[in-house]
């Protein structure tokens, strides 16, 4: 059974708690691990595309939307390069196979993002943005749930929290006062 976490956050902003979840990613992926980002809709996960490109100057973390293929970066090799124009790997099969002059240590995952079921290999780090339980979450060893302040978000969180509860799973809540 995996590890259920809940971040609260004090703010009503999706923004912000979108920008908390680009934060947890980012810790995740330094750490050498993959990460599915499970959202309701084709348009939450291009916001949280779009984010991770932004949300901190010099940060990359590889992403992709998950539309039920598995990303380039783990079937073909792939040259990644940030927007500012830094290399960050040639990776082939998920594993580095070269690392272009003054690149520097990097994870080769991919993080995923998407409305539907983790793919395998994808399944460890489940971040839930998403309204409902994940229909998988028998499969992940650790499930991050982010709520903000909003009444809607909170009763989701809350149905969520009970579901979790009742299939006997160790649940840890924290309290953000600020997104930053």
């Not at 783990?74 to 272009?100: H, T």
């Not at 460890?124 to 943005?129: A, D, G, Q, R, T």
């Not at 009970?162 to 006997?168: F, G, I, L, S």
Request: aromatic share 8%; glycine share 6%; charged share 20%.
């Amino acid at each position: 059974m995996p590890d259920v976490s809940f971040y609260i956050l004090a703010s009503e902003s999706q923004q912000e708690r979108h920008l908390f979840a680009c934060k947890l990613i980012e810790k995740i992926y330094r750490s050498g691990q993959s990460c599915y980002v499970l959202t309701d809709n084709a348009e939450q996960s291009q916001q949280i595309d779009d984010l991770l490109w932004t949300f901190r100057a010099g940060s990359f973390i590889p992403h992709q939307i998950y539309t039920g293929e598995l990303p380039d970066i783990a079937r073909d090799g792939v040259y990644a390069e940030n927007s500012q124009g830094a290399s960050a790997a040639i990776v082939r099969d998920g594993v580095n196979v070269a690392r272009p002059q003054g690149a520097g240590a990097v994870n080769p995952k991919v993080i995923l993002i998407g409305s539907l079921d983790a793919p395998e290999g994808w399944q460890k780090n489940l971040l839930n943005l998403s309204s409902e339980c994940p229909h998988t979450f028998a499969k992940s060893e650790r499930i991050l749930e982010i709520l903000d302040n909003s009444e809607a978000t909170k009763a989701a969180g809350r149905q969520r929290y009970r579901y979790y509860q009742q299939a006997h799973i160790a649940i840890t809540t924290h309290k953000i006062n600020h997104a930053g």
